[in-house]
């Protein structure tokens, strides 16, 4: 695999306007070799343009995008190192599989015998072997998936661009190519950015992360960074279900990383390493689901224990999903392997448990 330590690709300022629309406002962000990042966001928010940018096949308005030291910011997309597999393929339905994945060796006039080779080779990488005589309407979406992006890394791109690619295959089969593609990505050690709206998809296949809303980075790191220490309240919502509470901090001690923070629902204590919070500010207390627990209420409550009134329960084997109605608050909680655990049904008065590690952040 290839040295991680200096960066392939330098996004510098990128601005990018439709119109009087601005899509992309001044992004800045370097992916290291043999890195996979991927774009996530919302619908709207200038992934796919911002990738498009990367591909030169849209322009940016404003900024540079630096290929392996090199600016090619003006160069149209055939001239960069740089091959996008598109959301629909665009495969040629004329031509069978073999003739697909050599269509770019041959437009780079390589010899017979090398387009043979490389092509033996794609077909061997991507597992499809035996099926390069096939026509593109013989073969299966997942199928046609590998010969996309077989087709896009047979030139050796430095690096590869792969648009929201299994969004037309189904849930199971999704997961199978989404394994499939991390496992050669990691094989040949290219450098990739994948763009997804699916933040599931995004954690389980990527090095690291880059959210956009409105054309803005909201936060750049590893999947467990962007789980368990979102920058901001949008981060937070957007990657799996949170609980929120508001929050003051009635005191941190001298010297301590403790906090202790009151809330409608009752005082409760954080450990933090935050320096940017302090003596009166107010605060959003991050919970996950999975992290909090229920006990039956005693009259010895316990530290961190607020009382709340369970609306729903439901088994899924597995795991039990709780809503418990806490003040004006619905707080959402997972518990895991409910088969050791006691069960609570509706309008059971519960004690539940906030972990001292819970995240926090500044109130904007």
């Known amino acids: 695999m290839e040295n991680r330590r200096s960066p392939m690709l330098e996004l510098v300022d990128i601005h990018k306007s439709f119109g009087d629309v601005e899509v ?3 992004i800045s ?3 290291e070799k043999g890195e996979l990042l991927t774009f996530v966001g919302p619908s709207g928010c200038g992934k796919t343009t911002l990738l498009r940018i990367v591909g030169g096949f849209t322009p940016a308005t404003s900024g540079r995008v630096i290929l392996d030291g090199q600016d090619i910011s003006s160069l149209p997309p055939n001239m960069r190192n740089t091959k996008m597999v598109f959301q629909s393929y665009a495969l040629f339905p004329h031509m069978n599989v073999r003739k697909n994945i050599a269509f770019g060796l041959t437009l780079k006039k390589w010899s017979k015998t090398e387009i043979n080779k490389r092509v033996d080779e794609m077909l061997e990488l991507v597992h499809m072997e035996g099926l390069g005589e096939r026509h593109i309407d013989q ?4 199928q046609q998936q590998r010969v996309a992006l077989a087709r896009a890394l047979a030139l050796g791109p430095k690096v590869l661009l792969l648009d929201e690619p299994l969004s037309n295959l189904d849930a199971n089969l999704r997961v199978v190519m989404r394994e499939e593609i991390r496992k050669i990505q990691e094989q040949i050690g290219i ?3 994948f763009v997804t709206h699916d933040q599931y998809e995004a954690m389980s296949i990527s090095d690291r ?3 956009l809303k409105d054309g803005v980075i909201q936060q750049i790191g590893s999947p467990v960074e962007i789980y368990e220490k979102p920058a901001n309240e949008f981060i937070a919502g957007f990657v799996g279900y949170v609980n929120i509470l508001n929050g003051k901090i009635n005191e941190r001690a001298n010297g301590s990383n403790t906090f202790k923070i009151s809330t409608t629902y009752g005082d409760i204590e954080i450990d933090s390493e935050r320096e940017d919070i302090g003596d009166g500010d107010e605060i959003l207390v991050v919970v996950r689901p999975e992290s909090l627990s229920l006990k039956k209420p005693n009259s010895a409550q316990k530290l961190n224990g607020i009382k709340g009134t369970v609306l ?3 088994y899924a084997g597995n795991h039990s999903k709780y ?4 003040g004006d608050k619905n707080i959402v909680v997972d518990q895991h392997n409910p088969k050791d655990s006691p069960r609570y049904q509706h309008n059971d008065t519960v004690e539940l448990l906030i972990p001292r590690n819970a995240h926090i952040l500044k109130r904007q």
Do not use: D, R, Y
Not at 139 to 142: L, N, Y
Not at 323 to 326: A, D, Q, R, T, Y
């Open 139 to 142: 073969i299966s979406g997942g």
């Open 24 to 26: 992309l406002k001044g």
């Open 209 to 211: 992360l880059l959210v």
């Open 191 to 193: 450098t990739t950015i």
């Open 29 to 31: 962000s370097s992916i």
């Open 312 to 314: 729903t329960h439901m």
């Open 323 to 326: 809503s418990v109605k806490v």
